[in-house]
């Protein structure tokens, strides 16, 4: 098999003369009085499209997580449920607040947020669950709700890396008493970095919107009644994510097109465990991810090593929070399992079948080496 000569990217965004055109309109168009133009129209079709009531623009999906709890009044002293496995903002925001987050196991299905840690997890200080949508798979949200509901606590959605998917008929992010998404370059979407914060209660939506605004006064003009948070993206962003999210659909089936192709040629191999698309759900793969749960002889950081030597790149799912020298805590087993053997494959947009052939060839070349 002779090598590509040009490496293979684990992602990488979609960009068309919409975009391009949308930007270009916000650059010379979008000032003085149509300086928030694109925001409002991203912001209307994001709500719509994932149905809830509110959304608002962030510079990040961990600067919208932030505003989240400000407003739902997460507080010194309080525990916030976090699964082990996701990126460090979902543990970080709670401490933003002075909430300590408290780290649970994932399932081995859907390596989300594991039911049953949830429940052991729980305390008299804990006031909130953080589940997360990973790689575009589902926590089980509707367990989660009634769990949250049974204890009186606060759910927010870290739907990063799930736009597009489906759980039970409905949106991710449309579950909790807020959601959080995540426009970096490397997502579903992209508006280069970026993020939206999302709720269907107004009250919530109107602290959020004062907070978001660094606690500026609705009368007073340079007035500020409190202390608020700054996480604002501008127009041209915006312009980027509206021209995006009308593509969306495209991408989420494309997305999904890059997991058959991997599925067909990896889904057989003995030993090997992928994602997971469980009943009455829609996972919009935003990563396709291999478990080595077997022995192969070959760790998983030599494997991926090999596949750079193919000019594949790949990357490492995360590791488990309570490794990391900021927390001090108990591991847990799923997590630790999955993340000594996942690994994250490409799946950008420009892939084709092609390209997945030779990377799954690659695969089972390296597998079967002795």
């Keep these: 098999m002779e090598k590509r000569d040009k490496l293979i990217l684990t992602a990488g965004p979609s960009i068309t003369e919409k975009e391009i055109s949308y930007v270009t ?3 010379s168009t979008g000032w003085n009085e149509h300086w928030n133009k694109y925001i409002l129209k991203f912001e209307e079709l994001f709500a719509k499209y994932i149905g809830v009531k509110h959304a608002i623009t962030t510079s990040s999906c961990t600067g919208a997580m ?8 997460i507080k010194q002293g309080d525990e916030v449920i976090v699964p082990e496995i996701t ?25 989300c947020i594991n039911l049953d840690s949830i429940k052991k997890a729980i305390t008299s200080k804990t006031k909130a669950i953080m589940p997360v949508h990973l790689y575009g798979g589902l926590a089980k949200m509707d367990k989660i709700m009634d769990i949250a509901k049974q204890n009186d606590l606060l759910v927010v959605e870290d739907a990063a890396p799930s736009l597009g998917s ?21 997502k579903v979407m992209t508006t280069g970095e970026g993020g939206m914060l999302l709720t269907n209660n107004d009250s919530t939506f109107k602290k959020v919107s004062k907070i978001a605004n660094q606690g500026r006064s609705d009368t007073k003009p340079l007035w500020n009644d409190e202390i608020g948070l700054k996480y604002k993206i501008s127009n041209i962003q915006a312009a980027l994510g509206l021209a995006q999210l009308e593509r969306l659909e495209e991408f989420v089936e494309k997305k999904r097109k890059i997991f058959s192709w991997y599925k067909k040629r990896l889904y057989d191999i003995d030993g090997i465990r992928m994602n997971t698309e469980l009943p009455k759900t829609r996972n919009s793969f935003w ?14 950081d030599v494997f991926m090593k090999k596949l750079r030597g193919w000019n594949i790149d790949s990357r490492p799912v995360f590791y488990p929070l309570s490794h990391m020298p900021m927390f001090e805590t108990k591991h847990h087993k799923n997590a630790e399992r999955f993340s000594e053997r996942g690994i994250n494959l490409p799946s950008g947009y420009n892939l084709e079948e092609d390209d997945i052939d030779y990377i799954c060839n690659v695969v089972k070349e390296i597998l079967n080496e002795k």
């Design 87 to 111: 990126w460090l903002a979902t543990a970080a925001v709670p401490t933003y607040v002075g909430a300590k987050p408290v780290f649970v196991d994932i399932e081995e299905d859907t390596w």
């Design 66 to 73: 932030h505003i989240a709890l400000e407003s739902l009044g």
């Design 166 to 186: 489906i759980y039970h008929e409905k949106k991710a992010g449309s579950f909790g008493d807020a959601s959080a998404f995540s426009f970096q370059g490397a």
């Design 25 to 27: 309109d916000a650059v």
């Design 287 to 300: 990563m396709t991810t291999i478990v080595l749960e077997k022995d192969f002889g070959i760790s998983r």
